[in-house]
């Protein structure tokens, strides 16, 4: 089951990515904050209607616990809306998305685990094609800064353009490591316990937010955040299947999950008209021949 829930997950959040990068404008000084906020009631939400048909009852002492890595997730997902205000989504989500493989590899090495050769070949196929369309989206952009140097506005956004992401793979490879090892090898907590800790932490963290946001005099108005509402919503599903993925079986579902941007990279290209070079697709081909390898594998 845990291949259909990852592959569940790398669906809902590369839907995600579109929707956050629609939902975020780059003269909005606080569009990052009010997805953060969006994505954080909707967790609420959700955490609060799955308590109540689980029959379950949140454990403080377990939500301390898992801190840590939800102020990680937490901390690399606002990172990454802040990004998106300034490169396109087939930029940043690659760039973002090697954490998934360099956890699953880290994975191996710290439990010694051993895998078939397979395995090992859909993990660089996937890290190499990934890295492959990071590279030649960056050529680009390195190219278009001779021509902007004169423009300050212009160079902040080629400096943020692999910041961000950078900063995202960090965090977020840290978090799904620490994941792993709570969920899977370790099984320190539960499933269903981490799934209400992280959403109820990053309630509290949007319910923070609206107050500072009030304390700016920043409005929030409901009819024009359609698309982080939509985004939150497919982040929230995708959460849910992503929890009982690397409960199950972490080394391969991280690979899985992390590779969603092979998702977002393509409907960047066909729905927000971002350009893609054949060198892009060869990039893509190879990660979604490495994602199938893990599918049908039984490890």
Request: include cysteine.
């Amino acid at each position: 089951m845990y291949i259909l829930f990852a592959l569940l997950t790398f669906t809902c959040w590369g839907v995600a990515d579109l929707f956050y990068k629609k939902g975020n404008v780059t003269d909005s000084k606080y569009d990052h904050l009010k997805t953060g906020i969006m994505v954080g009631v909707v967790m609420g939400i959700h955490a609060t209607i799955y308590m109540i048909v689980k029959g379950l009852t949140i454990d403080v002492v377990a939500m301390l616990k898992y801190l840590p890595i939800s102020l990680l997730y937490i901390s690399s997902m606002v990172i990454g809306y802040k990004g998106l205000k300034y490169l396109e989504v087939s930029l940043s989500s690659p760039i973002q998305n090697t954490s998934g493989v360099i956890t699953s590899l880290l994975l191996v090495l710290v439990f010694k685990e051993e895998l078939p050769i397979p395995a090992y070949i859909a993990f660089a196929l996937i890290f190499i094609g990934i890295l492959f369309l990071s590279i030649t989206e960056y050529s680009s952009y390195k190219k278009e800064r001779n021509e902007l140097k004169k423009n300050m506005v212009k160079n902040k956004v080629i400096f943020f353009t692999i910041l961000f992401p950078l900063a995202y793979c960090v965090l977020d490879g840290l978090g799904t490591f620490l994941d792993s090892v709570y969920l899977d090898k370790l099984e320190i907590i539960e499933e269903d316990m981490s799934l209400l800790c992280y959403e109820y932490t990053f309630f509290i963290y949007a319910f923070i937010t609206a107050l500072y946001l009030k304390f700016k005099k920043e409005t929030i108005t409901i009819k024009k955040e359609k698309d982080k509402i939509v985004a939150a919503i497919l982040e929230t599903a995708g959460e849910f299947f992503y929890v009982f993925a690397i409960g199950e079986n972490s080394t391969i579902s991280a690979s899985i999950v992390g590779s969603y941007c092979i998702l977002s990279f393509l409907l960047g290209g066909i729905v927000l008209k971002e350009k893609l070079s054949k060198k892009q697709y060869i990039g893509i081909a190879l990660a979604i021949i490495g994602i199938i390898v893990l599918s049908i594998l039984d490890v």
